[in-house]
Nanobody, 124 residues
Framework: QVQPVESGGGLVQAGGSLRLSCAAS????????MGWFRQAPGKEREFVAG????????LYADSVKGRFTVSRDNAKNTVYLQMNSLKPEDTAVYYC?????????????????WGQGTQVTVSS
């Protein structure tokens, strides 16, 4: 089954940074927006950020605006999530997924082809 592969998670202190990567190769992902989601223990999965196929349009959850930056390199079939000024409440498993649209959407139902996720833990 075609699915993206996330990497780059880990343990970091509050105020620190991490960069997540999502490798998504193949025609399944060509031409579509990609999104990052996260799920903390006991909570529902939530939208974090999305980026259009061209990279010219991005969308962020209010909770991460100004701290996280989503980007993509289509030549490398990779989407990135740069996370700065991390807070303990950012602790979650982070997933990337392919949107069903060219432009990013903040609705989980618009996404498929989910990765297995990467754990991000922010200590206080």
């Amino acid at each position: 089954q075609v699915q993206p592969v996330e990497s780059g998670g880990g343990l970091v202190q509050a105020g620190g940074s991490l960069r997540l990567s999502c490798a998504a190769s193949g025609r399944t992902f060509t031409g579509f927006a990609m999104g990052w989601f996260r799920q903390a223990p006991g909570k529902e999965r939530e939208f974090v950020a999305g980026i259009s196929w061209s990279g010219g349009s991005t969308l962020y959850a209010d909770s991460v605006k100004g701290r996280f930056t989503v980007s993509r390199d289509n030549a490398k079939n990779t989407v990135y999530l740069q996370m700065n000024s991390l807070k303990p409440e950012d602790t979650a498993v982070y997933y990337c997924a392919r949107a069903s649209t060219i432009q990013p959407m903040g609705v989980m139902a618009r996404y498929g082809y989910w990765g297995q996720g990467t754990q991000v833990t922010v200590s206080s």
